[in-house]
């Protein structure tokens, strides 16, 4: 039997990635918030 986790990196750095990021507002609202680290 298949494990329920099959990790894709691609997939996992499409979703939450940089880009990812740029694409929605948070990095956005992180530099309103003048932060130094944006993303991890």
């Known amino acids: ?3 329920t ?6 997939k996992k750095a499409k979703k939450h990635g940089f880009f990812a990021r740029v694409k929605g507002n948070v990095l956005k609202k992180r530099r309103a918030k003048k932060r130094k680290k944006l993303c991890a």
């Open 1 to 3: 039997m298949k494990r």
């Open 5 to 10: 986790y099959q990790p894709n990196n691609r």
